[in-house]
């Protein structure tokens, strides 16, 4: 294996679940999720010597896979319709099962528009300050505090919401 081929498998490894989660998180689906970090790790691996001179990779990929969860919801030909009971599955919720908290907070998510979860994910759970977000998402400062502030003020509501109707 070429001596670049191991840099980036090695990056790879370490990188590869911290960007499933953040491409989770922002589009709210496991298999969409996945699509996207492949389709941002074959991007990155296009551009890996370029990447690797400028430095911080990390900051470059996770770029790549918020853009990449954008830009599949734009593309006609990429809109599937998500439906909430599949039929042939016997556990629905497998992967977060006993989580019934996580459960309302990735509900409350999918309820949010695409930019304020983008903006929410990376601000609170990326734990990335608002100039980090805005470069990611290529808006300016304000942008990211409103559509922040707007985003938890919906997650608020629809975790109340939740939480009077039990």
Same mark, same amino acid.
């Given at each position: 294996?070429?001596?670049? =081929? ?27 999720? =996945? /699509? ?20 911080? !990779?990390?900051?470059y990929a #996770? ?7 954008? /830009? ?14 599949? !039929?042939?599955?016997? =556990?629905?919720? /497998? ?18 528009? !695409? ?11 990326? =734990? ?12 300016? +400062?304000? +942008? ?5 502030? #707007?985003?938890l003020d919906?997650? #608020? ?10």
């Amino acid at each position: 294996m070429a001596e670049r =081929d191991e840099a980036f498998v090695a990056f790879v490894q370490a990188a590869e679940a911290s960007l499933r989660r953040t491409a989770f998180l922002v589009c709210g689906d496991r298999h969409k999720a =996945d /699509d996207v970090v492949q389709d941002a790790l074959y991007k990155l691996y296009l551009s890996w010597p370029k990447v690797q001179r400028v430095g911080n !990779p990390f900051a470059y990929a #996770r770029r790549i896979v918020v853009n990449a969860a954008h /830009d599949g919801g734009r593309r006609p030909w990429r809109r599937e319709v998500a439906i909430s009971d599949v !039929p042939d599955r016997t =556990d629905l919720h /497998d992967f977060a099962a006993g989580y019934a908290e996580r459960d309302e907070v990735l509900l409350a998510l999918r309820s949010l528009g !695409p930019r304020q979860r983008a903006c929410v994910v990376l601000r609170y759970y990326e =734990d990335l300050s608002v100039e980090q977000t805005a470069e990611i998402l290529g808006c300016s +400062t304000g +942008t990211v505090k409103s559509q922040a502030s #707007r985003g938890l003020d919906t997650l #608020r509501q629809a975790i109340n919401r939740r939480t009077s109707t039990l």
